[in-house]
Nanobody
């Protein structure tokens, strides 16, 4: 079974920074894309950033220039560096992994983490 565990959320003042981490565990052979989404209270979940196994990145317009996604393929871990945080960035941030192949031959189209809360407030 493959699991994703996020960490790094918390309370930060506007203009501050946070770094989220998401580690995938299990008998993983390969992961295609990994990414971050978020869901604010009363709103739908939205994509924040994605990164392929080859390092190609994609960002939501709302976070371009402020957030940076990166990935350590050897550790099956994805990171989200968030700078210049705004109150509207407050949300539960979810990590996901697409097209996960395991050494046992079992594959997963998509795996999601449990989420980590980011609160931007003074």
């Amino acid at each position: 079974q493959v699991q994703l565990v996020e960490s790094g959320g918390g309370l930060v003042q506007p203009g501050g920074s946070l770094r989220l981490s998401c580690a995938a565990s299990g008998s993983i052979f390969s992961i295609n894309a990994m990414g971050w989404s978020r869901q604010a209270p009363g709103k739908e979940r939205e994509m924040v950033a994605t990164i392929t196994s080859g390092g190609r990145k994609n960002y939501a317009d709302s976070v371009k220039g402020r957030f940076t996604i990166s990935r350590d393929n050897a550790k099956n871990t994805v990171y989200l560096q968030m700078n210049s945080l705004k109150p509207e960035d407050t949300a539960v941030y979810y990590c996901n992994a697409d097209s996960v192949a395991t050494t046992s031959g079992v594959g997963y189209l998509e795996v999601w983490g449990q989420g980590t809360l980011v609160t931007v407030s003074s």
